[in-house]
Structures are given as structure tokens and as C-alpha cells.
């Protein structure tokens, strides 16, 4: 992969807007505008998924289990398409088209899912109170419904993987002494956004919801979601917008075609120069011994034939660069590590029970005020950012003050340590699940699912505030780990990696309600999952999770076992006499 000069994209891109010269254009004027995008983006989409569940079960009569799975394939979409919307910006569409085009596709599938609320024809009729019978949804009414659910995943796709990076190229001025403050200063106030925005839509989204009825509440995303699209496209003249280059994915595909093509090519001795294809900028002239057979893919086999004047490969699928080996192996060395963290984002992705839960206890906080069932969640953000603000302005300043040096938590304990929490986190749900449960039963109310407990709904709070805990440990610290250790071109992978690990974690979570419903169900037995929570063990299904975490967590000390010091450990490691 052959890095695109600095003039020559700037060229191209004062090209694109002859009307404003080059070095006029980005800059902090730009910031508002994305910001804002990225914001109400946020606010209308995360404000539409606590409540979901509701909606299908009261609206198209659809069971907790059948609901939970819709969600489960929605939330793996969108955490799934912000990948593939990396690399078409990347790769083909640049970044300011990708974020336009997936902001009018979250503004339309709003405006469906809108529909679906302010249209009886689009959903079923509600249910007949006298003979307990409700109708299924057609095909065409579900079939609008995912459409919409669709075009949301895609808008995400769209904006959410851009955004950050189309807001660091507006600042990003390598000529200026105070580049790295600026950046530094811009990702501080995006990731405050979108936390408040999170909350807003935990909060104001889910209120509104709860009542004005879906027509409103679903509405006001619609809005938020156009007012998102107009301030966006509004400040395009003032843009900085960088053309697309080649894609880090097909760079690995190409690593891999032509390392098999090669895979009868004998090694060249050690001490030969040359022998190995690498970039003329490039500080790694030879490919390392782990993955020795990836290493094919790089070995020159005729100069004259495979390099052209310019140091570049003639045929990139004959010849490939040994960055791009390096860049593959290095992905291929933290997916271990990686794949610790999907159990976690199991029980992190677990929305529809605890709203079930809140919803048929008490939530109020005074005798005017209560919670809405969907705002639970915003415990979970609440504890991340605070955790985030004390081990950051706090905490870690005291110890190095104590210890009279800088001091910081390494990264693999840090994610242990967030592991170690969504255990405990998961216990506890079970736990008080099983406390709800039987209250429930003592008052009379296992056949009444709707029924209100006396019982508190801040029972609910601990569980959120570990799960809370364990994403502010695990997640940041995996995102840390992958950013310092992949290499610097490889940016954009480390930023998805976590994404792309709950797209998985969504997907396995809807297999294991399936499995857990399946079995538990048999012979006309009440699944644990049911729709009646009461009659359901939903403490079982925690207890499962929790088993699961447990298990998750030694396999984390495995993988961090084998995968070595990270860092400047692993510089310190290398640099080591007699090592």
C-alpha cells in the first residue's frame, strides 16, 4: 500500500473548491457543525432502543424472546456497518460524501419508523381485550418496520465511524507547534458530546416517549435527525475534505493471495539485502519470523519484472510491501485479546430484560416523579464517565504523588480488571432478579406481567454502575491497547475493533436467548425468557451470563500469558541484554 503524497491530495482537493483556497479551509469554524451532527445523531438514534422492546411487544404483539432477537440483529447491524462504512470512506466515497449519505439514511428510516406509529395501517390492530386474541403482523407491516431499522443501521454506518476522523482533518496541521494540544482539546469535547448526548437520549428521548406516546416520541428523532443533516451539509463550503486512498482491508486480502500464490518460494538466506519488497520511506526493510509464512508475500522474485522505477509493486496481488505483512500480523496478534471482550459486550448489550424488569417495578423518586423504565441505562454512562474523570484527575494523580513519579495502569490489567466486574455485574443481576422474582410471586402477580411491585427499581442501579465500571476498564483499555499496538496506519482498524467486537457480541447474545429458549421451553415448559417475566427465570438466564463470564475471564489470563509485554514493556523486553 503506497502511502498518497500530501501535495498531491491537496491538490486534488483545492480542485474540488476552487472557490476557497486551501489553507483557508477547516479550522475550528468547522467544529460546531460536526459536533452537532455526530450530537443529534446520537440523541435520535440511542433514544430509540430502550423503549423498543415495548413497542414490539404492545404494538406488533411480538414475544420477549422474538423481540429481544429483532433488537439483538438491529444492534449488531449498527455496530457492524460503521466498518464497512470505514472503508468505503476510505476506500472509495472520502469522508464527507460516507457522513452526508448516512445521515439522510438515518433521516429516512426515522421518518419510516415515524410512520409505523402515526399510521394503524402499518401495524397491527391493537388486541381484543374480550377474548384475549391479538393478530400477528403481516409481512408488509414487519417488513416496513426492518426497512426502517435498516436504513438506521446504515446511517450509523455512515457517521459514526467518520465523524471523528473528519473532525481531526479540519485541525489536524502538522506545521503548527500545537497540533497535538488542538487534537487533543477536539477529541476531549467530541467525547463529551456524545456522552451528553447518550444521556439526553436516555433521558429526554425516553421521558417524551413515556408520555406523549410513541407519535411524539418518535417524531422528535426525526427532527433532531433532519436538524442533524441540515447543519452538516450547511457548512460544506468551509470543509477540508480529503480524497479517499487505498483500503488497509485490501491490503490484507492482497497479503494473503499472494503469500499463497508464493507459498512454494524458498526463503532468501538472512544475510541477502533486497530480497524483501518494502516502501522507499519505509524504516522496516525485512519482514520479522513470527508468521514466517505470511513473509512470502513481500520476497522479491524478479526486480526488473515486479518493481516498477518508482519503488512500487508493478502487480500489487504479485508483490506486496512488507509494511503490509507487518500490518496484517500485528492484526492478527491482538484478535486474542480481542475476543476476551465480546462476553463482556454480551452483558453490556443486554437492554430488553432490564427494561422488563424496571418496568414492572417502582421507579418513582418522588410521589410526582418517576423514571422511566428505558432511562435506566443512563446509570451505566454516569458511572463510566465518572470513573473516567476521577482515574484520570484524581486518582492517578495522588499515586504518582505518593510515589513521587508518573504512574499509569497498564493496559491488560486494566482490562482484567473490567472483566473481572461484568462477572460481578452479572451476579448481581441474578441476584436481584431472583429477589423481583419472588416478590412478585408473594404478591399474587406471577399471570400479571403489567403489574407494578412495591418494590424499588434502584435495586436495578448496582448492576448498571458495575457493567458501568467494567466498559469505562475494559473498553477504553481495549481501544488503548489496540491503538499502541497496531501500527499508526492502522488507526482506523483500532477504532473499529471495539465496534466490530459488539457486532459480534449482539449476534451470540441472540443465539444464546434462542439456545436458552429452546431448551427451557420443551415440553410445554415455561422458558426462561418468557413473556410473562414472572412466570419466565430470567435470574437463570443472568446466572448463565455469569458462568460464562467466569469462564471468559481465565481465558483472558491465557491470552494476555501468551501475547507478551505490550508497549514500551515489550521495547523494554527487546532492548534487555542476553534477551
Known amino acids: 500500500m503506497e502511502d498518497q503524497k500530501p501535495e498531491d491530495s491537496a491538490d486534488q482537493r483545492e480542485m474540488?473548491?476552487?472557490?476557497?483556497?486551501?489553507?483557508?479551509?477547516?479550522?475550528?469554524?468547522?467544529?460546531?457543525?460536526?459536533?452537532?451532527?455526530?450530537?443529534?445523531?446520537?440523541?435520535?438514534?440511542?433514544?430509540?432502543?430502550?423503549?423498543?422492546?415495548?413497542?414490539?411487544?404492545?404494538?406488533?404483539?411480538?414475544?420477549?424472546?422474538?423481540?429481544?432477537?429483532?433488537?439483538?440483529?438491529?444492534?449488531?447491524?449498527?455496530?457492524?456497518?460503521?466498518?464497512?462504512?470505514?472503508?468505503?470512506?476510505d476506500s472509495y466515497m472520502g469522508r464527507f460524501l460516507t457522513i452526508g449519505l448516512g445521515s439522510i439514511c438515518s433521516l429516512l428510516g426515522m421518518m419510516l419508523l415515524w410512520l409505523t406509529a402515526m399510521v394503524p395501517q402499518s401495524k397491527p390492530p391493537p388486541c381484543d381485550i374480550m377474548t384475549q386474541s391479538c393478530r400477528s403482523p403481516t409481512a408488509g407491516q414487519m417488513t416496513l418496520l426492518f426497512s426502517s431499522f435498516v436504513l438506521i443501521s446504515i446511517g450509523a454506518g455512515g457517521v459514526r465511524p467518520c465523524s471523528l476522523a473528519f473532525g481531526a482533518d479540519q485541525l489536524d496541521r502538522r506545521d503548527n507547534p500545537k497540533n497535538d494540544r488542538v487534537l487533543e482539546s477536539f477529541f476531549g469535547w467530541y467525547y463529551a458530546s456524545a456522552a451528553i448526548s447518550v444521556l439526553i437520549a436516555l433521558t429526554g428521548i425516553v421521558y417524551i416517549q413515556d408520555h406523549l406516546g410513541y407519535r411524539v416520541g418518535f417524531g422528535v428523532p426525526a427532527i433532531l435527525m433532519l436538524i442533524s443533516a441540515l447543519v452538516f451539509f450547511l457548512a460544506s463550503p468551509f470543509y477540508f475534505k480529503q480524497t479517499a486512498s487505498k483500503s488497509l482491508l485490501t491490503g490484507f486480502v492482497q497479503v494473503v493471495v499472494v503469500a499463497y500464490k508464493n507459498r512454494n518460494l524458498m526463503f532468501p538466506l538472512p544475510s541477502s539485502t533486497g530480497s524483501y519488497h518494502h516502501k522507499r520511506d519505509s524504516n522496516i526493510v525485512a519482514p520479522t519470523d513470527n508468521l514466517r509464512f505470511l513473509n512470502k508475500a513481500c520476497i522479491i522474485k524478479n526486480l526488473e519484472q515486479d518493481v516498477a522505477p518508482d519503488g512500487s509493486a508493478l502487480n500489487p496481488w504479485s508483490l506486496c510491501t512488507v509494511d503490509q505483512v507487518e500490518e496484517l500480523k500485528a492484526l492478527i496478534k491482538v484478535l486474542p485479546l480481542w475476543s476476551?471482550?465480546?462476553?463482556?459486550?454480551?452483558?453490556?448489550?443486554?437492554?430488553?430484560?432490564?427494561?422488563?424488569?424496571?418496568?414492572?417495578?417502582?421507579?418513582?423518586?418522588?410521589?410526582?416523579?418517576?423514571?422511566?423504565?428505558?432511562?435506566?441505562?443512563?446509570?451505566?454512562?454516569?458511572?463510566?464517565?465518572?470513573?473516567?474523570?476521577l482515574y484520570d484527575r484524581a486518582i492517578l494523580p495522588m499515586?504518582?504523588?505518593?510515589?513521587?513519579?508518573?504512574?499509569?495502569?497498564?493496559?491488560?490489567?486494566?482490562?482484567?480488571?473490567?472483566?473481572?466486574?461484568?462477572?460481578?455485574?452479572?451476579?448481581?443481576?441474578?441476584?436481584?432478579?431472583?429477589?423481583?422474582?419472588?416478590?412478585?410471586?408473594?404478591?399474587?402477580?406471577?399471570?400479571?406481567?403489567?403489574?407494578?411491585?412495591?418494590?424499588?427499581?434502584?435495586?436495578?442501579?448496582?448492576?448498571?454502575?458495575?457493567?458501568?465500571?467494567?466498559?469505562?476498564?475494559?473498553?477504553?483499555?481495549?481501544?488503548?491497547?489496540?491503538?499502541?499496538?497496531?501500527?499508526?496506519?492502522m488507526s482506523s482498524i483500532a477504532a473499529a475493533l471495539f465496534g466490530l467486537g459488539l457486532a459480534v457480541a449482539n449476534l451470540l447474545a441472540s443465539v444464546v436467548v434462542s439456545i436458552i429458549d429452546n431448551i427451557t421451553s420443551k415440553g410445554g415448559k415455561n422458558s426462561w425468557v418468557s413473556s410473562n417475566i414472572n412466570k419466565g427465570r430470567i435470574d437463570n438466564y443472568y446466572w448463565v451470563l455469569a458462568v460464562l463470564s467466569f469462564i471468559n475471564l481465565f481465558y483472558y489470563f491465557l491470552c494476555a500469558w501468551a501475547y507478551g509485554p505490550t508497549g514500551r514493556q515489550a521495547t523494554k523486553v527487546k532492548a534487555s541484554p542476553g534477551r
Request: hydrophobic fraction near 45%; aromatic fraction near 10%; charged fraction near 15%.
Open 340 to 389: 476476551t471482550g465480546i462476553i463482556m459486550s454480551i452483558n453490556l448489550s443486554q437492554n430488553s430484560f432490564p427494561v422488563l424488569q424496571a418496568n414492572s417495578m417502582d421507579r418513582h423518586l418522588t410521589k410526582k416523579f418517576q423514571i422511566p423504565a428505558g432511562s435506566y441505562g443512563m446509570f451505566n454512562i454516569i458511572s463510566l464517565a465518572l470513573w473516567v474523570i
Open 399 to 489: 499515586i504518582s504523588k505518593i510515589k513521587g513519579k508518573p504512574v499509569r495502569i497498564g493496559v491488560k490489567l486494566r482490562m482484567g480488571v473490567g472483566l473481572f466486574l461484568t462477572c460481578i455485574a452479572m451476579v448481581v443481576s441474578a441476584i436481584v432478579e431472583n429477589v423481583r422474582r419472588r416478590e412478585a410471586i408473594r404478591d399474587g402477580f406471577q399471570n400479571n406481567p403489567q403489574a407494578v411491585l412495591k418494590m424499588s427499581a434502584m435495586w436495578l442501579v448496582p448492576q448498571f454502575c458495575l457493567n458501568g465500571l467494567a466498559e469505562a476498564f475494559t473498553a477504553i483499555g481495549q481501544t488503548e491497547f489496540f491503538y499502541s499496538e497496531l501500527p499508526k496506519s
Open 16 to 89: 474540488s473548491h476552487p472557490e476557497m483556497p486551501e489553507r483557508q479551509k477547516g479550522g475550528l469554524i468547522t467544529m460546531p457543525f460536526i459536533i452537532a451532527n455526530e450530537s443529534f445523531e446520537k440523541v435520535a438514534s440511542y433514544g430509540l432502543v430502550p423503549n423498543m422492546i415495548l413497542y414490539l411487544i404492545s404494538d406488533y404483539h411480538v414475544g420477549v424472546a422474538k423481540g429481544t432477537n429483532i433488537l439483538f440483529f438491529w444492534q449488531a447491524a449498527t455496530n457492524f456497518t460503521p466498518i464497512l462504512g470505514a472503508f468505503v470512506a
